[in-house]
Antibody, heavy 127, light 109 residues
C-alpha cells in the first residue's frame, strides 16, 4: 500500500524559496503521478500542479505564475515541490498526493482524483 | 474555467441523522469526473468517492455519491461520530485543471 511521507515544517522569509519533499513507500514514486495541493489556515484546498515522472511532464496552476516547480528524483523515490518568491499569503499546509484516473492509478491517465495524501508540510512565511 | 459551489456551508446534525451535501458546477460536466473528500481537523483529506458515485477502498456504504451534469450530491446515511468533518468536492478530467469546492462542514448539533 502506497504511503507518502513529507518533509518537516519550514519557516521562511518573504522573497525566499522553499523546497518540500514527498517520499513514497510501497512502490517507486516514479511510477505515480504526484500532485501538490495547498491549504491556507482555515481555508479550502488549492491545486498547485503535478508531475508525471513516467513521461517526464509537469503542469502547473496558472495562479502561481511560474513560481512553482515540481521535480522527481528516481534514485530516492522522492518528488519535490519548490515555491519561490515567497510572500505571507503562501503560508499554508502543503500536501502531496497520488493522482489517479483509474482504480489501478495507471500513470498514463488524465488528471484524476487524489489518493492517498501525504501528511502535509506547514510552510510559514514571516519576516 | 469551471467553478464548484458547495452548499450549505455548514450542516448541523445529530448522530444517526442523514446528511445531504451539494456540489454545483458552473458548467455542465460531460463526464462524471467528480470526487469527494473528507477532512478532519489536523488531518490530510481522505478520498471518499470518485467518478461521482464510486466509493474508494474501505469507505463505508453509508457514504453515497450521485449526480451528473452540474449537480452532484454526497449523502451520508446514519451519521456516526467520526463523520463530523469538512467535506470537499473536486473536479478533474482531461482538459480541466483540478478544482475544489469551498467545502461543507458537518458539525454536531
Amino acid at each position: 500500500q502506497v504511503q507518502l511521507v513529507q518533509s518537516g515544517a519550514e519557516v521562511k522569509k518573504p522573497g525566499s524559496s522553499v523546497k518540500v519533499s514527498c517520499k513514497a513507500s510501497g512502490g517507486p514514486i516514479t511510477t505515480y503521478i504526484i500532485t501538490w495541493v495547498r491549504q491556507a489556515p482555515g481555508q479550502g484546498l488549492e491545486y498547485m500542479g503535478r508531475i508525471n515522472p513516467v513521461i517526464g511532464t509537469t503542469s502547473y496552476a496558472q495562479k502561481f505564475g511560474g513560481r512553482v516547480t515540481i521535480t522527481a528524483d528516481d534514485s530516492t523515490s522522492t518528488v519535490y515541490m519548490n515555491l519561490n518568491s515567497l510572500r505571507s499569503e503562501d503560508t499554508a499546509l502543503y500536501y502531496c498526493a497520488r493522482d489517479c484516473s483509474s482504480p489501478d492509478c495507471h500513470p498514463l491517465g488524465p488528471p484524476g482524483w487524489f489518493d492517498p495524501w501525504g501528511q502535509g508540510t506547514l510552510v510559514t512565511v514571516s519576516s | 474555467e469551471i467553478e464548484l459551489t458547495q452548499s450549505p456551508g455548514t450542516l448541523s446534525l445529530s448522530p444517526g441523522e442523514s446528511a445531504t451535501l451539494s456540489c454545483r458546477a458552473t458548467q455542465s460536466l460531460s463526464t462524471t469526473y467528480l470526487a469527494w473528500y473528507q477532512q478532519k481537523p489536523g488531518q490530510a483529506p481522505r478520498l471518499l468517492i470518485y467518478g461521482a458515485s464510486s466509493r474508494a477502498t474501505g469507505i463505508p456504504d453509508r457514504f453515497r455519491g450521485s449526480g451528473s451534469g452540474t449537480d452532484f450530491t454526497l449523502t451520508i446515511s446514519r451519521l456516526e461520530p467520526e463523520d463530523f468533518a469538512v467535506y470537499y468536492c473536486q473536479l478533474y478530467g482531461h482538459s480541466l485543471s483540478p478544482t475544489f469546492g469551498g467545502g461543507t462542514k458537518v458539525e454536531i448539533k
